[in-house]
């Protein structure tokens, strides 16, 4: 689904998130697609609760950041992301989470990173969090048109592994289709409900 879709005809995720952060669109838009995707994959998104009552308890929480393509850009987006889950009391899964963002925000600058002399892509790579209720959506944004899948490496490769620890630490892991503006590959994390 485009973002220009989504930006049109608000979701009942979309409303309550616009509403917990004060209506502010900011820039974690691009995150509904991957929700609205993982809802549909796993079949327990959108939360059934009613909106208020996620509200009481300061759902949804949303972060977003847009990590630099340098060598520590990585590292600050795990550091990010663990500040982040340890601000919303998630603990159960935290590092199972970081280490998913770490290899999606690898491979996503791996692959859409230029050579040097070639132009930057017209959009960023953007990491988000999302966490409308005991769950956690973790996505990572690229330009890139893409489509990531598991391979077999040979014994002897040094990489090629990161979508397998990617299936073997979250619940379910996706790919929205790409668009003009490149691709969003999350991952949703159950975490232990604090109701």
């Given at each position: 689904?485009?973002?220009?879709?989504?930006?049109?005809?608000?979701?009942?995720?979309?409303s309550a998130c616009?509403?917990?952060?004060?209506?502010?669109?900011?820039?974690?838009r691009?995150?509904?697609?991957?929700?609205?995707?993982?809802?549909?994959?796993?079949?327990?998104?959108?939360?059934?609760?009613?909106?208020?009552a996620?509200?009481?308890?300061?759902?949804?929480?949303?972060a977003?950041?847009?990590?630099?393509?340098?060598?520590?850009s990585?590292r600050?987006?795990?550091?990010?992301?663990?500040?982040?889950?340890?601000r919303?009391g998630?603990a159960?899964?935290?590092?199972?989470?970081?280490?998913?963002?770490?290899?999606?925000?690898?491979?996503?600058?791996?692959?859409?990173?230029?050579?040097p002399?070639?132009?930057?892509?017209?959009?960023?790579?953007?990491?988000?969090?999302?966490?409308?209720?005991?769950?956690?959506?973790?996505?990572i944004?690229d330009?890139?048109?893409?489509?990531?899948?598991?391979?077999?490496?040979?014994?002897s490769?040094?990489?090629?592994?990161?979508?397998?620890?990617?299936?073997?630490?979250?619940?379910?892991w996706?790919?929205?289709?790409?668009?003009?503006?490149?691709?969003?590959?999350?991952?949703?994390?159950?975490?232990?409900?604090?109701w």
């Amino acid at each position: 689904m485009s973002e220009a879709a989504i930006t049109t005809a608000p979701t009942e995720l979309e409303s309550a998130c616009s509403a917990a952060l004060g209506g502010a669109a900011a820039n974690w838009r691009w995150l509904m697609s991957a929700a609205e995707m993982a809802a549909e994959v796993s079949g327990i998104w959108p939360i059934v609760r009613p909106p208020e009552a996620l509200r009481s308890r300061g759902y949804p929480r949303v972060a977003t950041r847009t990590p630099g393509a340098g060598a520590e850009s990585v590292r600050v987006a795990r550091d990010f992301t663990a500040a982040t889950l340890q601000r919303w009391g998630v603990a159960d899964r935290s590092e199972d989470i970081v280490m998913v963002v770490s290899e999606l925000l690898t491979n996503a600058l791996r692959y859409t990173v230029p050579c040097p002399g070639v132009a930057w892509p017209r959009w960023p790579v953007r990491l988000g969090l999302l966490q409308p209720g005991p769950w956690v959506l973790c996505a990572i944004s690229d330009p890139s048109d893409e489509v990531p899948a598991p391979r077999e490496p040979c014994w002897s490769d040094e990489s090629g592994r990161g979508l397998h620890v990617v299936e073997s630490l979250c619940d379910e892991w996706g790919c929205t289709s790409p668009t003009a503006r490149g691709k969003v590959v999350w991952a949703t994390f159950a975490t232990s409900p604090r109701w």
